[in-house]
């Protein structure tokens, strides 16, 4: 279970290929998120993904699409989950459908229940 920010946004502590990071989850992109500056901290070397262009909020960007060996929320943890890198810095890791589209999501007052599908 996740719960809601003052702001309406579910945020949660979690992990990338065992490292920490922030995530905040966005199921309106496709796949799970981040900045080139987290990537680089998390140890991935995204310039081995394939490069491609992503359509956000600001436009279309440039990314790398890449493969996390893991990713984990709690006690749940997934692998081999799809993922875009961008340019830049990003304040969170944004968890895109690559992970959540694994689970059922019902939202239950303030919080969001993830029911894992497989």
């Given at each position: ?102 689970f059922d999501l019902k939202r239950t007052h303030?919080?969001?229940v993830l029911d894992r599908r497989y």
């Amino acid at each position: 279970m996740l719960p809601v920010t003052s702001n309406g946004h579910f945020v949660t502590a979690g992990a990338i290929n065992g490292k920490p990071v922030n995530f905040l989850v966005d199921t309106g992109a496709s796949t799970v998120a981040m900045g080139a500056t987290e990537a680089q901290r998390l140890g991935i070397d995204y310039r081995k993904g394939q490069p491609g262009q992503s359509s956000t909020a600001n436009g279309i960007v440039a990314n790398w699409r890449i493969k996390l060996a893991s990713v984990r929320i709690g006690d749940v943890e997934v692998y081999e989950v799809d993922a875009s890198v961008l340019p830049g810095s990003m304040p969170y890791v944004l968890l895109g459908n690559s992970f959540p589209g694994r689970f059922d999501l019902k939202r239950t007052h303030d919080q969001l229940v993830l029911d894992r599908r497989y």
